[in-house]
């Protein structure tokens, strides 16, 4: 059974950094796709960052590109998001996520089939 687990949220002012962490258990396919999803009051559910394994390739959201860095480490099965310059409309909730069977790796929530509850991250101008 595949177990997502997010922390790392919280309250910054604007301009501020978070790094996101996501603690997976039972998800040991030899080839894999983790992300993270963001989702705000009354918005849909979007897709902010990829990573791949093997290799460790990685996908971005436009808006984030050279702000948040995505990492991974194998060893301790987890995910990262480092978040820097946060701006107050990335407010939201934030979502780890495991690629489901037959799922791609790019920003579509569709393609991933496991997801953790979720970290809040509230940002404040």
């Known amino acids: 059974q595949v177990q997502l687990v997010e922390s790392g949220g919280g309250s910054v002012q604007a301009g501020g950094s978070l790094r996101l962490s996501c603690a997976a258990s039972?998800?040991?396919?030899?080839?894999?796709?983790m992300g993270w999803f963001r989702q705000a009051p009354g918005k849909e559910r979007e897709g902010v960052a990829v990573?791949?394994?093997?290799?460790?390739?990685?996908y971005y959201r436009d808006s984030v590109k050279g702000r948040f860095t995505i990492s991974q480490d194998n060893a301790k099965n987890t995910v990262y998001l480092q978040m820097n310059s946060l701006k107050p409309e990335e407010t939201a909730m934030y979502y780890c996520?495991?690629?489901?069977?037959?799922?791609?790796?790019?920003?579509?929530?569709?393609?991933?089939?496991?997801w953790g509850q979720g970290t809040q991250v509230t940002v404040s101008s």
């Open positions: 996520a495991a690629q489901g069977p037959g799922g791609g790796c790019r920003l579509g929530p569709a393609d991933f089939g496991y």
């Open positions: 039972g998800y040991t396919y030899s080839s894999r796709c």
């Open positions: 990573i791949y394994s093997p290799g460790g390739g990685t």
